[in-house]
């Protein structure tokens, strides 16, 4: 899901000279995925206007 999120995001990040990444992570969340799937983007929707740092990363 995150791969998602940050592929879907990345277009925008670049514009705003912003670099995604994300990291291997072992975390696991049960529940609805439209719902986990919006709180998930919303930090990362977010990371290009509210950075000063040109990276910006998550982990899955």
Request: proline share 8%; glycine share 6%.
């Amino acid at each position: 899901m995150v791969s998602h999120v940050c592929a879907s995001a990345s277009a925008e990040a670049r514009a705003a000279g912003v670099e995604l990444s994300q990291s291997p992570g072992e975390a696991v969340a049960h529940g609805d995925p439209v719902l986990l799937e919006r709180i998930a983007q919303n930090p990362v929707e977010n990371a290009p206007s509210s950075t000063t740092s040109p990276r910006a990363g998550s982990r899955r």
